[in-house]
Nanobody, 124 residues
């Protein structure tokens, strides 16, 4: 069975850094695109970053460009989201998601499998 499990969330001070992990099981991670989404209370789920398998490219939402970095360790079947210079508006539950076609879409409906999320709170 395809499973995704996020970890690494928690409380972070504004301006701080945090790295999230998404452990994949049931499939070879390198064949598929994997994205990070986030959802804050009362807000729509938004795409944050995506690692596209078809061309090995990475993509970022404008709100996180220059601050967040997505990376893969295919040997560990894990995707990471390195976050720096965190802002209070980054507070959300962060999800990883799998796209079977190897693309990177920005709509959550493009993704077939989801983890349960890990919360990130940016506050002093």
């Amino acid at each position: 069975q395809v499973q995704l499990a996020e970890s690494g969330g928690g409380l972070v001070q504004p301006g701080g850094s945090r790295t999230l992990s998404c452990l994949a099981s049931g499939f070879p991670l390198g064949r598929y695109s994997v994205a990070w989404f986030r959802q804050a209370p009362g807000k729509e789920r938004e795409g944050v970053s995506c690692s596209r398998s078809m061309d090995s490219s990475t993509h970022y939402a404008d709100s996180v460009k220059g601050r967040f970095t997505i990376s893969r360790d295919n040997a560990k079947n894990t995707v990471y989201l390195q976050m720096k210079t965190l802002k209070p508006e980054d507070t959300a539950i962060y999800y990883c998601a799998l796209e079977l076609l190897g693309r990177c879409g920005w709509a959550f409906t493009d993704y077939e499998y989801w983890g349960q999320g890990t919360p990130v709170t940016v506050s002093s």
